[in-house]
C-alpha cells in the first residue's frame, strides 16, 4: 500500500507563488504516473498536472494553468512538487496529490492541502 501525504498549501495573495509537495512512501519505479487534481468549493475535481514518471520530461497540465504551473519529481526524495505562480483567486481549493501505479485503476491520493488566494 502507498501512501501519499500533500503539504506546502496556505494562503497567498494573487500573483504570489507557492510549492505544493506530495511525498509518496513507494518508490518511483512502483509508479507509473503521478496527478495534481484541484477541487474548488462548489464544483468537480479538476486535473490540473500530470508527470510521467517513467519518460523524463513527460508532463501534462489543463489550459487553466499553463505557463503559470510546473510539476517536477525528485526521485531521491520519493516526491512531486507543483510549483505554482501568479497565483490567481480562481485558484482556490483543495489540492490532491494522486499516485498511479502500473495495474490500471491502482490509486493511491492523498488527504489534500488547501489553498486560498485572496485578492
Known amino acids: 500500500q502507498v501512501q501519499v501525504v500533500e503539504s506546502g498549501g496556505g494562503s497567498v495573495q494573487t500573483g504570489g507563488s507557492l510549492r505544493l509537495s506530495c511525498v509518496h512512501s513507494?518508490?518511483?519505479?512502483?509508479?507509473?504516473?503521478v496527478r495534481w487534481h484541484r477541487q474548488a468549493p462548489g464544483k468537480q475535481l479538476e486535473l490540473v498536472a500530470t508527470?510521467?514518471?517513467?519518460?523524463?520530461?513527460?508532463?501534462n497540465y489543463a489550459d487553466s494553468v499553463k505557463g503559470r504551473f510546473t510539476i517536477s519529481k525528485d526521485t531521491a526524495k520519493n516526491t512531486v512538487y507543483l510549483q505554482t505562480n501568479s497565483r490567481k483567486p480562481e485558484d482556490t481549493g483543495v489540492y490532491y496529490c494522486?499516485?498511479?501505479?502500473?495495474?490500471?485503476?491502482?490509486?493511491?491520493w492523498g488527504q489534500g492541502t488547501q489553498v486560498t488566494v485572496s485578492s
Open positions: 494522486q499516485a498511479s501505479g502500473h495495474v490500471a485503476g491502482v490509486n493511491y
Open positions: 513507494g518508490s518511483f519505479s512502483s509508479i507509473y504516473a
Open positions: 508527470i510521467h514518471t517513467q519518460t523524463p520530461g513527460s508532463t
